[in-house]
């Protein structure tokens, strides 16, 4: 019997009625599920949105940084536009300790602006900020640097873009609205939105406010769409006369058999409602009610998977974000950042393989972290050849199924691929490229795992970039910006450093102490210029005579120092007169038609030969180059011999007699006399061999030579 059948028997009967709950049951739970989905989705995009806003600060203060690293006005002026031309702010603001500013970039939206530290907003939101505090060496105030981003209508349609929701914000009051993306009815769902709670609007909308929060200052209220569900279909009536003794039992027996797979249905339907998805409705006939129980076990089935999948997504994405995080904040090191980048980008994507590629020079592309591919030499692929070359050539992201043909040789082949370009932002217009291939499943790559990539290439530009600067700092904290020399800082670092490794080697350091001749002449004849290009071809010239392993530093004006590990008396003799011949026999030419000839005087000295520290063998070093100056200049000198430190012999009592009372006492012996009375003995007693005999009583014979060892 069919359905129409049975539920017309029904509804002639007493079961029409409970027909009827568990349908209106059914619509009540199906509201709900709706409900459940919509605060999913508004709680998704409430996560997109507070990482999208932070993802913005962390980029104002990264940019913020970059201006507070200069030291000089001038300097930070110049970083600023830098900022500013390359998109990472639109404005930037310098104050001094007292607040006053200092510099504003032309077009700076008007202040005050909304601090990414968040607090409370009072009136109209116009722009983010992030703000870095400017510290002297000494870690004292001198001021601030903030960066800006404009907060406008544009700026909350990119926000709705990347989440899916309809976005408003507040102008610091719930019954304003500053600019919204919602088509209608903004002010009814502003109004609704009381709290972090999903709230149900009169429009068949549901809406959530977000407060300002770390990382998230901005005021907002996002809303989305009811998705209506279908009504349950409803059989038409029939009419049946059947006889009363008949109808009665036909009406109890066809509404037990009709309204139990019903009951079993809204049973399950509540227990989804609670958020149980195991729950299952038996199968028990072939008609529309058994297709309807197998349709429901299959939503719940594949509900059930969809949700274990975005929270594993979802986790999984958490993860390597914070991973991610964490390695961008506590290293420098480029390829554990690269590698970092690249193994979250394939775990999020499900890729089978990937690399990420450097500019190199030549306009080639060069494999600086590969994960998953069977290369035996570094990947090399010219810019503008092969997938990878295009996409660096191109500047646009690509993703499909490549031709075989079309990929050069030494380039990866592949099934599928996915590629987005990046390129860090400074000066340097190259472009690098991370690329994944062959999604696991055979599945092709989609438009998500295109905007996951981008998102990790944007990580990946942000940390070469950040490495750059790190490195740039460091290399110019520590050398000569006139003559590329390590500096007098570094001088300290790699003096103490090459005696602790000469003392644990048992090896040789010699120091050269160089200072060119009469060299002020050079600045009052020639002028400034002059003198700083001879300074600059010296140092050429001192690199050029020296090993890898030597170290050359200008300890200020027109002094240098060089480092020679692994070097006796002799060896640095050798390199000092190769020095000075080098100047000697060709003149520094600074201009067309004009050659100044320059000698050098040398002083040297040998670390343990001539001093016991460090400091010591550079002052012996500094005190022969004065020697050569003396003794007419142009030539070299080695300090003297190194003078041994005074010592004192301590006398050691050694008399073996015991005192009266018989128990040993600590200090010197006590010698008995001829009267019976005893005298200090202050030397000790020598047998007949003429060696001295050692003291009694545990005492130490005095103290012990040092057997620190001398390399040659």
Request: glycine content about 10%; aromatic content about 4%.
């Amino acid at each position: 019997m069919t359905l129409r059948g049975r539920l017309t028997a029904a509804f002639l009967a007493v079961v029409l009625g409970p027909v009827l709950l568990g349908a209106v049951f059914v619509g009540a739970t199906l509201s709900a599920v709706e409900r459940a989905r919509s605060a999913e989705r508004l709680g998704l995009a409430a996560s997109t949105v507070r990482t999208s806003v932070d993802a913005l600060c962390q980029r104002l203060r990264a940019a913020a940084d970059a201006v507070a690293l200069r030291a000089d006005p001038a300097a930070r002026a110049s970083a600023a536009g830098q900022v500013v031309g390359r998109g990472l702010a639109v404005a930037v603001l310098v104050t001094d300790a007292a607040g006053n500013p200092t510099y504003v970039t032309p077009g700076a939206p008007p202040t005050p602006w909304h601090d990414c530290a968040g607090g409370p907003t009072s009136g109209p939101v116009r722009a983010l900020s992030a703000r870095v505090d400017l510290r002297d060496p000494a870690g004292a105030a001198l001021g601030s640097v903030a960066t800006a981003q404009v907060v406008d209508a544009a700026f909350l349609g990119r926000l709705a873009a990347a989440t899916g929701v309809a976005v408003t914000l507040l102008d610091g009051d719930a019954d304003r609205v500053a600019f919204t993306t919602q088509v209608e009815g903004v002010r009814e769902t502003v109004l609704a939105a009381t709290g972090e709670q999903v709230t149900a609007t009169p429009g068949g909308r549901y809406a959530r406010r977000l407060d300002p929060s770390p990382g998230q200052p901005l005021p907002l209220v996002i809303s989305v769409p009811g998705e209506r569900s279908a009504g349950l279909p409803v059989g038409p009536l029939g009419a049946v006369l059947l006889a009363v003794v008949l109808a009665v039992l036909a009406a109890w027996r066809l509404g037990r058999v009709t309204t139990r797979p019903l009951v079993e249905l809204a049973a399950a339907a509540d227990r989804v409602a609670r958020g149980d998805l195991t729950a299952r409705v038996p199968v028990r006939s072939r008609d529309e009610i058994g297709r309807l129980a197998a349709a429901f076990n299959r939503m719940t089935r594949e509900t059930a998977s969809y949700v274990a999948a975005l929270t594993s997504s979802r986790d999984q994405l958490r993860g390597h974000l914070a991973v991610l995080g964490d390695t961008l904040a506590s290293t420098h090191d480029r390829q554990r950042i690269l590698r970092v980048i690249l193994h979250s980008a394939i775990a999020a994507t499900g890729a089978r393989a990937g690399a990420v590629l450097l500019p190199d020079s030549g306009d080639v592309l060069v494999g600086r972290c590969v994960e998953g591919l069977p290369v035996d030499e570094p990947l090399r692929v010219p810019v503008g050849t092969g997938l990878i070359g295009l996409v660096a050539a191109t500047g646009q992201a690509r993703r499909g199924r490549p031709d075989p043909a079309s990929i050069p040789p030494g380039e990866p082949c592949c099934e599928t691929y996915v590629a987005v370009p990046f390129a860090a932002p400074a000066a340097d217009p190259a472009v690098g490229v991370l690329i994944l291939y062959d999604r696991l499943g055979g599945a092709e790559f989609d438009d998500d795992d295109l905007a996951t990539l981008r998102t990790f290439a944007g990580h990946a530009a942000v940390a070469v970039e950040n490495v750059r600067v790190h490195e740039e700092a460091q290399r110019l904290s520590l050398t000569d910006p006139l003559t590329g020399l390590w500096n007098y800082r570094y001088l300290r670092e790699s003096l103490r450093r090459e005696v602790e490794r000469a003392n644990r080697f048992g090896r040789m350091l010699s120091i050269l102490v160089l200072d060119l001749d009469r060299f002020k002449r050079v600045n009052d004849s020639y002028g400034h210029a002059a003198g700083d290009a001879v300074l600059a071809e010296f140092a050429r010239r001192l690199r050029g005579e020296i090993r890898e392993v030597d170290l050359a530093f200008r300890q200020g004006g027109e002094e240098f120092v060089l480092l020679l590990p692994e070097t006796d008396a002799r060896g640095a003799v050798i390199v000092a007169e190769r020095l000075g011949a080098a100047l000697r026999d060709a003149p520094i030419a600074v201009a067309d038609e004009l050659a100044i000839p320059v000698t050098v005087s040398i002083g040297i000295a040998v670390y343990p030969d001539h001093a016991g520290t460090g400091q010591q063998v550079l002052d012996a070093a500094d005190e022969a180059l004065y020697a050569a100056k003396a003794a007419g200049r142009d030539g070299y000198r080695v300090a003297g011999p190194r003078v041994p430190a005074p010592t004192e012999e301590i006398p050691v009592p050694a008399g073996p007699a015991s005192p009266e009372d018989g128990l040993p006492r600590a200090g010197p012996g006590i010698r008995p006399t001829a009267e019976g009375t005893g005298r200090h003995v202050a030397g000790a007693s020598r047998p007949a061999s003429g060696v001295p005999r050692p003291a009694t009583g545990g005492a130490s014979s005095g103290p012990h030579p040092s057997r620190q060892s001398h390399g040659r």
